[in-house]
């Protein structure tokens, strides 16, 4: 089993900046894809970005630019820096663990979820 815990998340103005956190504890954390996704008001949750075992990245492209996924394997932990928020980055965002198969933007793919941390970004 995998746990992951999310932690960081508030309020900030447009423009702002914050560093989401997500502690895994639990199996080999160092082989897993590890992903962030979004649930906006009223929306489906998506994809943000994720990071591989090796430390390759992919973002979306709504954040690319403003958004950065980075892991400290010594301390279990993946990141989000989110730059230059924007009140449309208001969401739940969620840390993902997948333990089997390569990076996706699909959220069937990943088996451990966290319970999510509340963004609000205002005008």
């Known amino acids: 089993q995998v746990q992951l815990v999310e932690s960081g998340g508030g309020l900030v103005q447009a423009g702002g900046s914050l560093r989401l956190s997500c502690a895994a504890s639990g199996r080999t954390f160092s082989n897993y894809v590890m992903g962030w996704f979004r649930q906006g008001p009223g929306k489906e949750r998506e994809f943000v970005a994720n990071i591989n075992w090796s430390g390759t990245t992919f973002s979306t492209d709504s954040v690319k630019g403003r958004f950065t996924i980075s892991r400290d394997y010594a301390n279990n932990t993946v990141y989000l820096h989110m730059n230059s928020l924007k009140p449309e980055d208001t969401a739940v965002y969620y840390c993902?663990?997948?333990?089997?198969?390569?990076?996706?933007?699909?959220?069937?793919?990943?088996?451990?979820w966290g319970q999510g941390t509340q963004v609000t970004v205002s005008p």
């Open positions: 993902a663990a997948r333990d089997v198969g390569g990076p996706s933007v699909l959220e069937v793919h990943y088996r451990y």
